[in-house]
Protein backbone atom coordinates (compact mmCIF):
# COMPACT_ATOMS: atom_id res chain seq x y z
CA UNK A 1 0.00 0.00 0.00
CA UNK A 2 3.07 1.95 0.93
CA UNK A 3 4.92 1.65 -2.41
CA UNK A 4 2.55 2.58 -4.81
CA UNK A 5 1.03 5.78 -2.28
CA UNK A 6 0.95 8.31 -5.70
CA UNK A 7 -0.76 5.75 -7.63
CA UNK A 8 -3.24 5.15 -4.81
CA UNK A 9 -3.94 9.19 -4.68
CA UNK A 10 -4.86 9.75 -8.04
CA UNK A 11 -7.04 6.71 -7.93
CA UNK A 12 -8.54 8.22 -4.66
CA UNK A 13 -9.17 11.39 -6.39
CA UNK A 14 -11.57 9.79 -8.57
CA UNK A 15 -13.07 6.52 -6.79
CA UNK A 16 -13.29 9.17 -2.97
CA UNK A 17 -16.97 10.29 -3.44
CA UNK A 18 -18.52 6.73 -4.09
CA UNK A 19 -16.27 3.54 -3.10
CA UNK A 20 -14.52 2.29 -0.11
CA UNK A 21 -10.85 2.62 0.50
CA UNK A 22 -11.65 -1.40 -0.54
CA UNK A 23 -12.29 -0.39 -4.24
CA UNK A 24 -9.24 2.02 -3.80
CA UNK A 25 -6.91 -0.91 -2.83
CA UNK A 26 -7.80 -3.39 -5.22
CA UNK A 27 -7.87 -0.95 -8.18
CA UNK A 28 -4.24 0.10 -7.44
CA UNK A 29 -3.24 -3.62 -7.04
CA UNK A 30 -4.89 -4.21 -10.96
CA UNK A 31 -2.74 -1.31 -12.07
CA UNK A 32 0.44 -2.29 -10.63
CA UNK A 33 -0.34 -5.91 -11.72
CA UNK A 34 -2.78 -4.96 -14.80
CA UNK A 35 -0.08 -4.78 -17.56
CA UNK A 36 1.23 -8.25 -17.18
CA UNK A 37 -2.02 -9.69 -18.63
CA UNK A 38 -3.13 -13.68 -18.54
CA UNK A 39 -2.17 -14.89 -22.26
CA UNK A 40 -4.27 -17.73 -23.15
CA UNK A 41 -7.90 -17.13 -22.27
CA UNK A 42 -8.05 -13.63 -23.84
CA UNK A 43 -7.86 -14.07 -27.22
CA UNK A 44 -10.08 -16.68 -27.64
CA UNK A 45 -12.60 -14.79 -25.93
CA UNK A 46 -11.80 -11.77 -27.91
CA UNK A 47 -12.08 -13.18 -30.69
CA UNK A 48 -15.23 -15.32 -30.17
CA UNK A 49 -17.10 -12.14 -28.97
CA UNK A 50 -16.11 -9.67 -31.81
CA UNK A 51 -17.46 -12.99 -34.00
CA UNK A 52 -20.99 -12.71 -32.56
CA UNK A 53 -20.61 -9.11 -32.66
CA UNK A 54 -19.94 -8.81 -36.50
CA UNK A 55 -22.92 -12.00 -37.32
CA UNK A 56 -25.46 -10.68 -35.17
CA UNK A 57 -25.35 -7.00 -35.81
CA UNK A 58 -25.98 -7.42 -39.55
CA UNK A 59 -28.32 -9.42 -39.12
CA UNK A 60 -30.72 -8.02 -36.18
CA UNK A 61 -30.32 -4.76 -38.25
CA UNK A 62 -31.76 -5.79 -41.41
CA UNK A 63 -34.10 -8.12 -39.23
CA UNK A 64 -35.11 -4.26 -37.09
CA UNK A 65 -36.81 -1.85 -38.35
CA UNK A 66 -40.39 -3.85 -38.32
CA UNK A 67 -40.74 -4.89 -34.73
CA UNK A 68 -39.55 -1.13 -33.34
CA UNK A 69 -42.92 0.23 -30.98
CA UNK A 70 -42.94 2.79 -33.31
CA UNK A 71 -41.91 1.16 -37.07
CA UNK A 72 -39.92 3.94 -38.80
CA UNK A 73 -37.85 3.76 -41.90
CA UNK A 74 -34.27 3.03 -41.78
CA UNK A 75 -32.08 5.74 -41.51
CA UNK A 76 -28.62 4.68 -39.39
CA UNK A 77 -27.30 8.53 -39.17
CA UNK A 78 -25.96 7.40 -35.55
CA UNK A 79 -23.30 4.26 -35.91
CA UNK A 80 -25.24 0.84 -35.09
CA UNK A 81 -21.77 -1.07 -35.31
CA UNK A 82 -22.15 -3.59 -32.69
CA UNK A 83 -25.16 -2.62 -31.76
CA UNK A 84 -28.48 -4.93 -31.86
CA UNK A 85 -32.33 -4.29 -32.49
CA UNK A 86 -33.27 -5.13 -28.83
CA UNK A 87 -36.82 -5.16 -29.65
CA UNK A 88 -35.62 -8.06 -31.93
CA UNK A 89 -34.26 -9.94 -28.89
CA UNK A 90 -36.88 -9.65 -26.66
CA UNK A 91 -39.17 -10.90 -29.36
CA UNK A 92 -36.72 -14.10 -29.08
CA UNK A 93 -37.76 -14.56 -25.57
CA UNK A 94 -41.13 -13.95 -25.88
CA UNK A 95 -40.92 -10.17 -24.64
CA UNK A 96 -43.88 -7.65 -25.43
CA UNK A 97 -42.60 -4.24 -26.06
CA UNK A 98 -43.95 -0.52 -25.22
CA UNK A 99 -42.81 3.19 -24.87
CA UNK A 100 -43.74 3.64 -21.33
CA UNK A 101 -42.30 7.48 -22.65
CA UNK A 102 -42.39 7.95 -26.04
CA UNK A 103 -38.82 8.06 -27.74
CA UNK A 104 -37.42 7.64 -24.01
CA UNK A 105 -38.16 5.18 -21.78
CA UNK A 106 -38.76 1.01 -23.51
CA UNK A 107 -40.54 -1.48 -21.38
CA UNK A 108 -39.80 -5.35 -22.12
CA UNK A 109 -41.48 -8.13 -20.77
CA UNK A 110 -42.85 -11.13 -20.49
CA UNK A 111 -44.23 -12.98 -17.64
CA UNK A 112 -41.16 -13.58 -15.87
CA UNK A 113 -39.45 -10.39 -16.77
CA UNK A 114 -39.01 -6.78 -17.01
CA UNK A 115 -36.87 -4.79 -18.81
CA UNK A 116 -36.72 -1.06 -18.61
CA UNK A 117 -34.07 0.47 -20.73
CA UNK A 118 -33.73 4.46 -21.38
CA UNK A 119 -31.99 5.68 -24.69
CA UNK A 120 -29.18 7.79 -23.86
CA UNK A 121 -28.47 5.91 -19.93
CA UNK A 122 -25.78 3.44 -18.99
CA UNK A 123 -27.60 1.34 -17.42
CA UNK A 124 -30.69 -1.22 -17.64
CA UNK A 125 -33.33 -1.92 -14.68
CA UNK A 126 -33.68 -6.13 -14.87
CA UNK A 127 -36.90 -7.19 -12.51
CA UNK A 128 -36.05 -3.61 -10.62
CA UNK A 129 -32.44 -4.12 -10.04
CA UNK A 130 -29.93 -1.66 -11.52
CA UNK A 131 -27.36 -2.79 -13.92
CA UNK A 132 -24.49 -0.96 -15.24
CA UNK A 133 -23.75 -1.33 -19.20
CA UNK A 134 -20.69 -0.89 -20.85
CA UNK A 135 -22.16 1.23 -23.67
CA UNK A 136 -25.20 3.78 -24.07
CA UNK A 137 -29.15 2.73 -24.98
CA UNK A 138 -29.08 4.26 -28.34
CA UNK A 139 -32.26 5.00 -30.90
CA UNK A 140 -31.30 5.28 -34.87
CA UNK A 141 -33.93 4.98 -37.54
CA UNK A 142 -36.49 3.96 -35.03
CA UNK A 143 -35.06 1.19 -33.40
CA UNK A 144 -33.96 1.13 -30.01
CA UNK A 145 -30.15 -0.41 -29.43
CA UNK A 146 -28.38 -2.18 -27.39
CA UNK A 147 -24.69 -3.25 -27.77
CA UNK A 148 -24.29 -7.17 -28.51
CA UNK A 149 -21.37 -6.91 -25.74
CA UNK A 150 -24.48 -5.58 -23.36
CA UNK A 151 -26.77 -8.14 -24.90
CA UNK A 152 -24.50 -10.88 -23.88
CA UNK A 153 -22.99 -9.93 -20.44
CA UNK A 154 -25.82 -8.24 -18.92
CA UNK A 155 -29.76 -8.94 -20.52
CA UNK A 156 -28.84 -12.32 -22.12
CA UNK A 157 -27.07 -13.63 -18.68
CA UNK A 158 -29.29 -12.41 -16.69
CA UNK A 159 -32.45 -13.61 -18.02
CA UNK A 160 -31.22 -16.75 -19.80
CA UNK A 161 -28.47 -18.64 -18.26
CA UNK A 162 -26.47 -20.71 -18.86
CA UNK A 163 -26.39 -24.28 -17.30
CA UNK A 164 -23.70 -24.38 -14.33
CA UNK A 165 -23.42 -25.90 -10.79
CA UNK A 166 -22.48 -24.85 -7.30
CA UNK A 167 -20.68 -27.13 -4.83
CA UNK A 168 -18.37 -24.90 -3.33
CA UNK A 169 -18.40 -21.46 -2.45
CA UNK A 170 -15.60 -19.37 -1.61
CA UNK A 171 -16.39 -16.27 0.92
CA UNK A 172 -13.85 -13.51 1.30
CA UNK A 173 -14.29 -10.84 3.91
CA UNK A 174 -12.54 -7.78 2.79
CA UNK A 175 -9.09 -6.49 4.56
CA UNK A 176 -7.87 -8.07 7.62
CA UNK A 177 -4.72 -7.35 10.29
CA UNK A 178 -3.19 -4.51 9.25
CA UNK A 179 -5.51 -3.45 6.31
CA UNK A 180 -8.69 -2.06 8.07
CA UNK A 181 -10.28 -1.08 5.05
CA UNK A 182 -12.83 1.83 5.88
CA UNK A 183 -13.22 2.91 9.40
CA UNK A 184 -15.86 4.84 11.17
CA UNK A 185 -17.79 5.09 14.37
CA UNK A 186 -14.75 3.31 15.82
CA UNK A 187 -15.60 0.49 13.72
CA UNK A 188 -14.03 -1.25 11.10
CA UNK A 189 -14.45 -2.54 7.75
CA UNK A 190 -12.37 -5.59 8.51
CA UNK A 191 -14.25 -6.78 11.42
CA UNK A 192 -17.92 -6.33 9.98
CA UNK A 193 -17.03 -8.35 7.22
CA UNK A 194 -15.71 -11.13 8.82
CA UNK A 195 -18.96 -11.06 11.15
CA UNK A 196 -21.29 -11.05 7.86
CA UNK A 197 -18.65 -13.61 6.32
CA UNK A 198 -18.90 -16.18 9.01
CA UNK A 199 -22.80 -15.84 9.06
CA UNK A 200 -22.88 -16.47 5.19
CA UNK A 201 -20.84 -19.73 5.83
CA UNK A 202 -23.17 -21.26 8.47
CA UNK A 203 -26.01 -20.26 6.32
CA UNK A 204 -24.97 -21.86 3.24
CA UNK A 205 -23.33 -24.95 5.30
CA UNK A 206 -26.73 -25.40 6.83
CA UNK A 207 -28.04 -25.97 2.84
CA UNK A 208 -25.46 -28.79 2.27
CA UNK A 209 -22.84 -26.18 0.34
CA UNK A 210 -19.42 -26.51 0.68
CA UNK A 211 -17.54 -22.90 1.98
CA UNK A 212 -14.03 -21.89 1.88
CA UNK A 213 -13.37 -18.90 3.40
CA UNK A 214 -10.14 -16.89 2.43
CA UNK A 215 -9.47 -15.94 5.87
CA UNK A 216 -11.18 -16.70 8.99
CA UNK A 217 -8.81 -14.66 11.82
CA UNK A 218 -8.32 -10.75 11.53
CA UNK A 219 -4.94 -11.37 9.40
CA UNK A 220 -3.21 -9.34 6.79
CA UNK A 221 -3.77 -10.93 3.07
CA UNK A 222 -2.67 -9.78 -0.43
CA UNK A 223 -5.27 -9.06 -2.83
CA UNK A 224 -3.81 -12.11 -5.46
CA UNK A 225 -3.98 -14.70 -2.34
CA UNK A 226 -7.76 -14.64 -1.97
CA UNK A 227 -8.70 -15.87 -5.82
CA UNK A 228 -6.05 -18.20 -5.50
CA UNK A 229 -7.33 -19.82 -1.90
CA UNK A 230 -10.59 -20.34 -3.91
CA UNK A 231 -8.74 -21.84 -7.08
CA UNK A 232 -6.78 -24.14 -5.08
CA UNK A 233 -9.84 -25.29 -3.22
CA UNK A 234 -11.72 -26.09 -6.64
CA UNK A 235 -14.00 -23.03 -5.46
CA UNK A 236 -17.21 -22.90 -8.09
CA UNK A 237 -18.00 -18.61 -7.39
CA UNK A 238 -16.41 -16.82 -5.79
CA UNK A 239 -17.74 -14.03 -3.24
CA UNK A 240 -15.74 -11.27 -1.74
CA UNK A 241 -17.85 -8.89 1.10
CA UNK A 242 -16.74 -5.07 2.01
CA UNK A 243 -18.09 -2.23 2.80
CA UNK A 244 -18.64 1.05 1.45
CA UNK A 245 -17.67 4.92 2.61
CA UNK A 246 -18.14 7.98 2.21
CA UNK A 247 -20.54 10.81 3.71
CA UNK A 248 -22.95 10.23 6.15
CA UNK A 249 -26.17 10.53 3.24
CA UNK A 250 -24.64 8.20 0.84
CA UNK A 251 -26.43 4.82 1.66
CA UNK A 252 -26.86 1.81 -0.14
CA UNK A 253 -25.20 -1.63 -1.69
CA UNK A 254 -23.77 -2.35 -4.79
CA UNK A 255 -22.43 -5.51 -6.09
CA UNK A 256 -19.18 -5.47 -8.56
CA UNK A 257 -18.36 -7.85 -11.59
CA UNK A 258 -15.02 -7.12 -13.30
CA UNK A 259 -15.65 -5.26 -16.24
CA UNK A 260 -15.89 -6.86 -20.14
CA UNK A 261 -13.08 -6.59 -22.22
CA UNK A 262 -12.65 -3.65 -24.12
CA UNK A 263 -15.03 -1.66 -22.09
CA UNK A 264 -15.03 1.25 -19.94
CA UNK A 265 -15.78 0.78 -16.06
CA UNK A 266 -18.94 2.11 -14.48
CA UNK A 267 -16.74 4.92 -12.75
CA UNK A 268 -13.82 5.86 -15.07
CA UNK A 269 -10.49 3.73 -14.45
CA UNK A 270 -7.26 4.02 -15.92
CA UNK A 271 -5.08 0.85 -17.47
CA UNK A 272 -5.54 -1.69 -19.52
CA UNK A 273 -9.24 -2.72 -20.89
CA UNK A 274 -8.00 -5.74 -22.89
CA UNK A 275 -9.78 -8.89 -21.83
CA UNK A 276 -7.99 -10.99 -18.68
CA UNK A 277 -9.11 -14.30 -16.89
CA UNK A 278 -12.23 -12.93 -15.15
CA UNK A 279 -13.75 -12.12 -18.71
CA UNK A 280 -13.84 -15.75 -19.56
CA UNK A 281 -17.18 -15.75 -16.98
CA UNK A 282 -18.66 -12.13 -17.73
CA UNK A 283 -22.74 -14.18 -18.20
CA UNK A 284 -22.23 -15.98 -14.63
CA UNK A 285 -20.72 -12.77 -13.21
CA UNK A 286 -23.57 -11.26 -13.94
CA UNK A 287 -26.10 -13.01 -13.30
CA UNK A 288 -24.50 -13.91 -9.58
CA UNK A 289 -24.05 -10.20 -8.95
CA UNK A 290 -27.87 -9.30 -9.92
CA UNK A 291 -28.88 -12.53 -7.47
CA UNK A 292 -27.03 -11.23 -4.49
CA UNK A 293 -28.06 -7.46 -5.21
CA UNK A 294 -32.09 -8.50 -5.80
CA UNK A 295 -31.55 -10.38 -2.35
CA UNK A 296 -29.76 -6.53 -0.49
CA UNK A 297 -32.41 -4.58 -1.73
CA UNK A 298 -35.28 -6.94 -1.84
CA UNK A 299 -34.58 -8.07 1.74
CA UNK A 300 -32.50 -5.63 3.51
CA UNK A 301 -33.85 -2.53 1.97
CA UNK A 302 -30.65 -1.38 0.88
CA UNK A 303 -30.92 1.45 -1.13
CA UNK A 304 -29.85 -0.02 -4.87
CA UNK A 305 -27.23 1.57 -6.31
CA UNK A 306 -26.65 -1.37 -8.87
CA UNK A 307 -24.51 -3.93 -10.49
CA UNK A 308 -21.27 -2.21 -11.48
CA UNK A 309 -18.47 -2.80 -13.51
CA UNK A 310 -14.68 -2.48 -12.42
CA UNK A 311 -11.26 -4.40 -12.92
CA UNK A 312 -11.02 -4.51 -9.26
CA UNK A 313 -7.70 -6.66 -8.19
CA UNK A 314 -10.16 -9.60 -6.44
CA UNK A 315 -11.82 -9.97 -9.71
CA UNK A 316 -10.16 -9.38 -13.11
CA UNK A 317 -7.86 -12.58 -12.59
CA UNK A 318 -10.45 -15.21 -11.00
CA UNK A 319 -10.74 -18.58 -12.39
CA UNK A 320 -14.08 -18.55 -11.31
CA UNK A 321 -17.31 -16.72 -11.64
CA UNK A 322 -16.62 -14.05 -9.05
CA UNK A 323 -18.38 -10.63 -7.76
CA UNK A 324 -17.21 -7.94 -4.88
CA UNK A 325 -20.35 -6.96 -2.76
CA UNK A 326 -20.39 -3.33 -1.04
CA UNK A 327 -22.75 -4.21 1.61
CA UNK A 328 -23.99 -1.03 2.43
CA UNK A 329 -21.44 2.16 4.02
CA UNK A 330 -19.87 1.83 7.04
CA UNK A 331 -20.15 5.94 7.10
CA UNK A 332 -24.19 6.09 5.78
CA UNK A 333 -26.57 7.86 7.92
CA UNK A 334 -29.19 4.76 7.33
CA UNK A 335 -26.46 1.93 6.80
CA UNK A 336 -25.12 1.89 10.32
CA UNK A 337 -28.03 0.56 11.80
CA UNK A 338 -28.29 -2.24 9.49
CA UNK A 339 -24.32 -2.72 9.82
CA UNK A 340 -23.36 -2.24 13.88
CA UNK A 341 -26.58 -3.83 15.06
CA UNK A 342 -26.12 -8.03 15.33
CA UNK A 343 -29.69 -8.66 14.68
CA UNK A 344 -29.58 -6.26 11.56
CA UNK A 345 -26.28 -7.16 10.41
CA UNK A 346 -28.07 -10.95 10.18
CA UNK A 347 -30.17 -9.77 7.83
CA UNK A 348 -27.13 -8.76 5.49
CA UNK A 349 -25.67 -11.91 5.58
CA UNK A 350 -28.67 -13.85 4.99
CA UNK A 351 -29.44 -11.55 1.88
CA UNK A 352 -25.99 -12.09 0.30
CA UNK A 353 -26.57 -16.07 2.02
CA UNK A 354 -30.20 -16.44 -0.37
CA UNK A 355 -28.21 -14.50 -3.50
CA UNK A 356 -25.72 -17.44 -3.78
CA UNK A 357 -28.83 -20.23 -3.30
CA UNK A 358 -30.57 -18.05 -5.73
CA UNK A 359 -27.78 -18.16 -8.32
CA UNK A 360 -27.25 -21.82 -7.61
CA UNK A 361 -30.89 -22.59 -7.91
CA UNK A 362 -31.25 -20.50 -11.22
CA UNK A 363 -27.70 -22.13 -13.41
CA UNK A 364 -28.74 -25.47 -11.64
CA UNK A 365 -32.46 -25.74 -13.20
CA UNK A 366 -31.48 -24.60 -16.53
CA UNK A 367 -32.33 -27.54 -18.69
CA UNK A 368 -28.97 -28.75 -20.80
CA UNK A 369 -29.84 -27.83 -24.79
CA UNK A 370 -30.42 -31.16 -26.36
CA UNK A 371 -33.84 -32.25 -25.03
CA UNK A 372 -33.82 -36.06 -24.14
CA UNK A 373 -35.85 -37.66 -21.46
CA UNK A 374 -36.56 -35.56 -18.60
CA UNK A 375 -34.18 -36.61 -15.75
CA UNK A 376 -32.18 -33.38 -14.98
CA UNK A 377 -35.81 -31.99 -12.91
CA UNK A 378 -36.61 -35.43 -10.56
CA UNK A 379 -35.30 -34.44 -6.87
ZN1 LIG B 1 -13.24 -2.85 1.32
Redesign the pocket.
Known amino acids: MKKNLLTGISLLLVAAALC????VNAATTKTQTGTARPVSIPKKTTAKSTKTQASTSKSTTQAATKSTPQAQPKAAAVSTSGYQNVVTWGKKHGMRAAWTQKNKTLRLSNDSTTIVLNIGARHASINNIKIALCQNVKMSGGNVLVSTQDINTALEAITNPRKNAVRIVAIDP??GGSQP??KHSGKA?KDITLLIAKEVRTLLQNKGVKVVMTRTTDRTMDLKTRPQIAAQNHADIFVSI??NAASADANGAEVFTTTPAGAQSTTPDSGSTAATRGNKNDAANALLAYHIQRQLVQKVQFSDRGVKRKRLGVLYDTAMPAVLVEAGFISGSKDQKKLFNATERSKIAKAIAEGILSYKKTVESVKPTPTKSNTAGKP
Request: some cysteine; charged content about 10%.
Open positions: CSCTGHGAEHL
